[in-house]
């Protein structure tokens, strides 16, 4: 008689079935690497600027004003020109995504209407922001007459970030369960009243979500800004909170960064660095608390 | 009868019927801000066309770009556009295979909560401000670049090329693990119960029926490439010039126009000549995109 092939020899490890988990190993470690490959570099990113900057980080270099043709002092003009900036484009683009947003998700069908606004959307999102600050120039500045001016660069951020908040926004409401709209049809509301009572308070905090990450993008734009509205220099009075008119032309911290980094010669070397850590520092920071409220909000979350 | 049927007040009914109203026109502002951008770019640029100077031709094939020339003026953007191919090249050879590999691993390889941190990451990349990633090209990457080759100028095509890897790396990881999620799991479960390893499910199965959301991955990743305007014009060095090796310095159409369109005066041919430029690459990335839009269509259609 020929003796079977006990069963548990059968299922030992062939050399093609070693070679194969072989394969199976790199093919993770090399992916792996790949990832990592994407971590060190912002890690090294932010230590290095970290580093090179540390001499003239501090509260001083915030609060005080570029002197000396940019060479010494801080950057406040620039930090409170970017906070006009964002914060006129945000009271801009903020309700016009939010009810677009709202458009998209509660009362277009599908239709070729619907499927026009995404593509214009998506190539809102996806033209060069040099073609944005291209636009500006010729819609605001010389075109309505805005003139060179905060408004022109706002108008011009504006419009660049509105797709964050799109997305973000549609994100956020269409992670509304349906149920809830139909209960609400059921005893009679109307859409809107879904909407108000219903769709907006279950989605407010996702909505924030993408409320901040067009603060972030719109703070770090220098191209848009360059052209419309913001300047190499402009003098204000150390710790001026409200130094600029909506007429006016102010600085922005990335153009400013722009300006210390390649058109001063011999400026001191901590100062471009501090200034990219504080631009950087703030993007990041607003970007992370983002991060945060959604996770939160995920862990919060009832249904 | 009954009681009559109880009737919203006039007023809220008008009210609702403006908001609905307001709803809607914000709801197609997406397409008229489309439309604004290329009608206010090409009403800039178009008067050039019937310039006695200009040529559409020089334009888009002549390597000769002069505009200040006091009695030569040359508008040709040819070595402009090779120089955006170039650089675009480069990021793309590099933040590809990164890109892809990271997606795959995100989506197939790791643990929940390494691909939580992962995809933080991810996304912190992608917020840093494209003037800080031209400040990175410009001080440390320059740096690395002269003393790893030996080369005199650091802000080259290698540079520029780096940088907007780095760049569009965030864009390729984010889509392609979309596209790599979008795959049902009964084919992976169909894959396994073949006693296929992890990695031939990935490479016969979820490839292959992912590869038109990676094909919009890459081809997003290319728009971003193609449209970055301030870190090439910091990293790239600035020579208007056909490339030979990956150390010499380019200038691309987009650091072309935020590098001249302040010293152009309003109206000349000049100013013009960058207004067109910026409808080229309104038009390149109209394509990018929208092709992009359709690869992913065509996922979702099967």
Same mark, same amino acid.
């Given at each position: 008689?020929?003796?079977?092939?006990?069963?548990?020899?059968?299922?030992?490890?062939?050399?093609?079935?070693?070679?194969?988990?072989?394969?199976?190993?790199?093919?993770?470690?090399?992916?792996?690497?790949?990832?990592?490959?994407m971590v060190l570099p912002l890690v090294a990113i932010i230590v290095y600027l970290l580093y090179k900057a540390w001499?003239s980080l501090g509260w001083?270099f915030l609060?005080?004003?570029?002197?000396? &043709?940019? #060479?010494? !002092?801080g950057i406040w003009s620039a930090f409170v020109g970017t906070l006009y900036l964002v914060g006129l484009s945000l009271a @801009?683009s903020a309700?016009?995504g939010?009810?677009?947003?709202?458009?998209?998700?509660?009362?277009?069908?599908?239709?070729?209407?619907?499927?026009?606004?995404?593509?214009?959307?998506?190539?809102?999102a996806?033209?060069p922001s040099i073609?944005h600050a291209?636009?500006?120039?010729?819609?605001?500045?010389? &075109?309505? #007459?805005? !003139?060179?001016?905060?408004?022109?660069a706002s108008?011009t951020l504006a419009?660049m970030t509105l797709p964050v908040i @799109?997305a973000s926004?549609?994100?956020?409401?269409?992670?509304?369960?349906?149920?809830?709209?139909?209960?609400?049809?059921?005893?009679?509301?109307?859409?809107?009243?879904?909407?108000?009572?219903?769709?907006?308070?279950?989605?407010?905090?996702?909505?924030l979500t993408g409320i901040i990450l067009q603060v972030s993008r719109a703070a770090g734009e220098t191209a848009p800004v360059m052209?419309?509205g913001a300047?190499?220099?402009?003098?204000?009075?150390?710790?001026?909170?409200?130094?600029?008119?909506?007429?006016?032309?102010c600085m922005a911290l990335s153009m400013h960064l722009y300006t210390v980094s390649?058109?001063?010669?011999?400026?001191?070397?901590s100062i471009p660095y501090a200034t990219a850590v504080v631009l950087l520092g703030s993007v990041l920071l607003v970007n992370a608390s983002a991060i945060v409220l959604r996770i939160?909000?995920?862990?919060?979350?009832?249904? | 009868?009954?009681?009559?049927?109880?009737?919203?007040?006039?007023?809220?009914?008008?009210?609702?019927?403006?908001?609905?109203?307001?709803?809607?026109?914000?709801?197609?502002?997406?397409?008229?801000?489309?439309?604004?951008?290329?009608?206010?770019?090409?009403?800039?640029?178009?008067?050039?066309?019937?310039?006695?100077?200009?040529?559409?031709?020089?334009?888009?094939?002549?390597?000769?770009?002069?505009?200040?020339?006091?009695?030569?003026?040359?508008?040709?953007?040819?070595?402009?556009?090779?120089?955006?191919?170039?650089?675009?090249?480069?990021?793309?050879?590099?933040?590809?295979?990164?890109?892809?590999?990271?997606?795959?691993?995100?989506?197939?390889?790791?643990?929940?909560?390494?691909?939580?941190t992962l995809k933080i990451v991810i996304e912190l990349l992608a917020a840093i401000p494209s003037v800080v990633w031209g400040f990175i090209g410009l001080t440390v990457m320059?740096?690395?670049?002269?003393?790893?080759?030996?080369?005199?100028?650091?802000?080259?095509?290698?540079?520029?090329?780096?940088i907007l890897?780095l760049m569009s790396v965030p864009v390729?990881v984010s889509?392609?693990?979309?596209?790599?999620?979008?795959?049902?799991?009964?084919?992976?479960?169909?894959?396994?119960?073949?006693?296929?390893?992890?990695?031939?499910?990935?490479?016969?199965?979820?490839?292959?029926?992912?590869?038109?959301?990676?094909?919009?991955?890459?081809?997003?990743?290319?728009?971003r490439?193609?449209g970055e305007t301030m870190a090439v014009l910091m990293a790239?060095?600035?020579?208007?010039?056909?490339?030979?090796?990956?150390?010499?310095?380019?200038?691309?159409?987009?650091?072309?126009?935020?590098?001249?369109?302040?010293?152009?005066?309003?109206?000349?041919?000049?100013?013009?000549?960058?207004?067109?430029?910026?409808?080229?690459?309104?038009?390149?990335?109209?394509?990018?995109?929208?092709?992009?839009?359709?690869?992913?269509?065509?996922?979702?259609?099967?």
């Open positions: 008689m020929e003796s079977v092939t006990p069963p548990s020899e059968r299922f030992t490890r062939t050399h093609q079935v070693a070679r194969r988990e072989r394969a199976q190993t790199v093919a993770k470690w090399v992916f792996g690497a790949m990832s990592l490959a001499p001083e609060a005080d004003i570029p002197r000396k &043709g940019m #060479r010494e !002092g @801009i309700p016009i939010v009810l677009a947003a709202i458009y998209l998700n509660e009362y277009a069908r599908e239709s070729w209407l619907n499927r026009l606004i995404n593509m214009a959307v998506i190539n809102l996806g033209v073609v291209l636009f500006g120039l010729g819609a605001f500045v010389y &075109g309505a #007459r805005f !003139g060179f001016s905060i408004l022109s108008l419009i @799109i926004t549609r994100e956020a409401l269409s992670a509304v369960p349906r149920a809830f709209r139909d209960a609400c049809a059921n005893v009679g509301a109307t859409r809107w009243q879904t909407i108000r009572a219903v769709v907006l308070p279950n989605s407010i905090s996702g909505i052209f419309t300047v190499f220099f402009k003098a204000v009075s150390r710790g001026d909170l409200f130094p600029y008119r909506l007429g006016d032309q390649t058109q001063v010669p011999n400026v001191k070397e939160w909000l995920r862990g919060r979350k009832k249904w | 009868m009954g009681a009559p049927r109880p009737q919203r007040p006039k007023a809220s009914i008008a009210i609702e019927r403006i908001i609905e109203f307001v709803i809607r026109l914000s709801g197609v502002s997406a397409v008229f801000f489309v439309a604004a951008i290329f009608f206010f770019i090409f009403r800039e640029a178009v008067p050039v066309l019937w310039d006695p100077d200009f040529d559409f031709a020089e334009f888009l094939f002549s390597k000769e770009w002069y505009p200040t020339s006091v009695n030569n003026v040359r508008y040709g953007t040819f070595a402009l556009t090779i120089g955006t191919l170039s650089v675009t090249g480069v990021a793309i050879v590099l933040a590809v295979p990164f890109g892809l590999g990271a997606a795959i691993f995100i989506s197939e390889f790791c643990s929940p909560k390494i691909k939580e320059s740096k690395l670049i002269v003393s790893v080759t030996g080369t005199a100028v650091g802000v080259n095509l290698l540079n520029g090329g780096f890897a390729i889509i392609g693990e979309d596209a790599l999620k979008a795959v049902p799991d009964s084919y992976r479960e169909a894959a396994l119960a073949l006693g296929a390893t992890r990695w031939e499910t990935v490479f016969r199965v979820l490839l292959p029926a992912a590869k038109n959301g990676l094909l919009a991955a890459v081809l997003l990743g290319v728009g490439a193609v790239t060095g600035h020579a208007v010039q056909i490339p030979h090796g990956l150390l010499d310095s380019v200038r691309t159409l987009t650091a072309n126009v935020a590098a001249e369109l302040g010293e152009a005066p309003a109206g000349s041919s000049h100013y013009r000549v960058l207004f067109l430029t910026g409808v080229l690459l309104f038009a390149i990335t109209l394509v990018v995109n929208v092709a992009a839009d359709l690869a992913v269509r065509g996922i979702r259609r099967k």
